[in-house]
T-cell receptor, first 111, second 113 residues
Framework: GENVEQHPSTLSVQEGDSAVIKCTYS??????FPWYKQELGKRPQLIID?????GEKKDQRIAVTLNKTAKHFSLHITETQPEDSAVYFC??????????FGAGTRLFVKA | DVKVTQSSRYLVKRTGEKVFLECVQD?????MFWYRQDPGLGLRLIYF???????EKGDIPEGYSVSREKKERFSLILESASTNQTSMYLC????????????FGSGTRLTVV
């Protein structure tokens, strides 16, 4: 079946460094790619998304890139801060109700 | 400003019990979803609904059913709870007219003993 692979499963960075999380999707019909952040004990929250007609999107310290040909997309966090520590999920959607999530990346930012 | 509310944060039930997990949203969203979240497996879709009284199976519907009698409420039912249904259950909603991501509830951690 269709799936989304997410790497790495765990990422540890020093405060101020950059963090990159990568996802690969299998369904070429996917056209919407959201990223969610889930802090410990809290609900997943949408932090940024990108649609298939765009190659890159940036929001302050967070950016997402999309390579449709290779079917992969990435989340980039610059100047990481301790409050960035969380689990991050990527997802790929074909629209409608078919959204497939990656397994998640646990990011630790060391002060 | 909680928009998706799950009735319980923690539940402990016995094997064989019938379990109801409730979810209410106040955003007038058409679509509602139930996911379970397990370490290393991410979020897996159990059931979803795109309208009142409508329901569709997701990827792992076995052992579960759902009910959507009102637009704002989507209930997940475990007909006969089993230990392998111990998990975190997340409800989510989204509007039907655009792809804008989901709003999640805070989750219900269910333990079946």
């Amino acid at each position: 079946g269709e799936n989304v692979e997410q790497h790495p499963s765990t990422l540890s960075v020093q405060e101020g460094d950059s963090a990159v999380i990568k996802c690969t999707y299998s369904d070429s019909a996917s056209n919407y790619f959201p990223w969610y952040k889930q802090e410990l004990g809290k609900r997943p929250q949408l932090i940024i998304d990108i649609r298939s007609n765009v190659g890159e999107k940036k929001d302050q310290r967070i950016a997402v890139t999309l390579n449709k040909t290779a079917k992969h997309f990435s989340l980039h966090i610059t100047e990481t801060q301790p409050e960035d520590s969380a689990v991050y999920f990527c997802a790929a959607s074909t629209g409608g109700f078919k959204t497939i999530f990656g397994a998640g990346t646990r990011l630790f930012v060391k002060a | 400003d909680v928009k998706v509310t799950q009735s319980s944060r923690y539940l402990v039930k016995r094997t064989g019990e019938k379990v109801f997990l409730e979810c209410v949203q106040d955003m007038d969203h058409e679509n509602m979803f139930w996911y379970r979240q397990d370490p290393g497996l991410g979020l897996r879709l159990i059931y979803f609904s795109y309208d009142v009284k409508m329901k569709e199976k997701g990827d792992i519907p076995e052992g579960y059913s759902v009910s959507r009698e009102k637009k704002e409420r989507f209930s997940l039912i475990l007909e006969s709870a089993s230990t392998n249904q111990t998990s975190m259950y997340l409800c989510a909603s989204s509007p039907s007219d655009r792809e804008d991501g989901y709003t999640f509830g805070s989750g219900t951690r269910l333990t079946v003993v």
